[in-house]
């Protein structure tokens, strides 16, 4: 990995400025791959997405974004991002030999530097089996075009239809303590009592005694089926579809009311949440 030496000392204007003559002096486009990356997550621990634009030396260019999961945070948005670029160059056929990845995720290259990332490194090291390969720290938040760019596929990706996750216990801790943390007055939910605020992690974070994680991540539960058997027993099941809790549900919320709001609305909206689990006979 590579730093911008006396980078953090600047003003935006000035990081933009030798952002930009790094890159133009020591990865010329014309003789250089670019690939800028970036990952996004909402309140940094939710609805992840990546982004990546690949830039080739004879000006023709590459995009894509990746949602990452529903409980993914910015580390593993910005990781996948890596990730998934350096999978496209590997397959892709230009001829182009050098490719330098320009991500302005500090904590995600140091732990790339520092083996925390064996599959991340591993990808990458099959691309240098054919190219020569650099990675580039680059500021955040200052202007550069390519970053800039990588940063709107992020949240393009990240508002994209998310798949299921595994999440690690390291990434739990976080989302956990992220949700925990005092918000805005958008979020009443640490002015809960502690029963509700247990309940409400379990939905929002989708570690819970439902039959879709306890099936998945412990067998503990025969089948991740709902009881009424049209669809995987999740918070977002029993709260919006489960056609065995419609009674509960039309008593609690007369008229259609989105998850979000369910999840992370106003304190009246959140009672509502936990009253229906009561309600319901809910053990989550």
């Not at 409980?71 to 998934?84: F, G, I, P, S, V």
């Amino acid at each position: 990995m590579r730093l911008l030496p006396g980078s953090l000392y600047q003003n935006d204007t000035a990081r933009k400025a030798l952002t930009l003559a790094l890159i133009d002096e020591q990865y010329p486009k014309e003789a250089w791959i670019h690939v800028y990356t970036d990952g996004s997550a909402t309140n940094a621990v939710l609805n992840g997405g990546a982004g990546i634009l690949i830039q080739f030396p004879g000006g023709h260019t590459a995009t894509s974004s990746v949602a990452t999961g529903k409980h993914c945070t910015n580390y593993k948005a910005e990781a996948e991002a890596l990730m998934q670029a350096a999978s496209f160059v590997q397959d892709s056929a230009d001829p182009c030999y050098q490719v330098v990845f320009l991500s302005d995720a500090l904590s995600v290259l140091q732990a790339l530097e520092n083996d925390k990332l064996p599959q991340l490194a591993k990808t990458l090291q099959m691309v240098r089996q054919t190219r020569r390969v650099v990675l580039q720290w680059i500021p955040a938040h200052c202007g550069i075009p390519g970053n800039e760019r990588a940063d709107e596929l992020a949240k393009e990706g990240a508002v994209e239809d998310q798949p299921e996750n595994s999440v690690s216990f390291s990434e739990q801790k976080t989302i956990i303590k992220a949700l925990m943390r005092p918000r805005t007055n958008r979020d009443d939910y640490h002015t809960m009592s502690r029963e509700q605020q247990v309940n409400l992690i379990r939905l929002r974070t989708g570690h819970n005694r439902l039959n879709a994680h306890m099936n998945r991540k412990f067998k503990l539960a025969p089948s991740p089926t709902c009881a009424c058997g049209q669809e995987d027993q999740t918070a977002e099941h029993i709260l919006q579809r489960c056609p065995l809790l419609d009674e509960e549900r039309k008593e609690v919320w007369p008229s259609p009311t989105p998850l979000q709001t369910k999840l992370y609305g106003s304190r009246q909206e959140l009672e509502k949440t936990t009253t229906f689990i009561t309600s319901a006979g809910l053990i989550v």
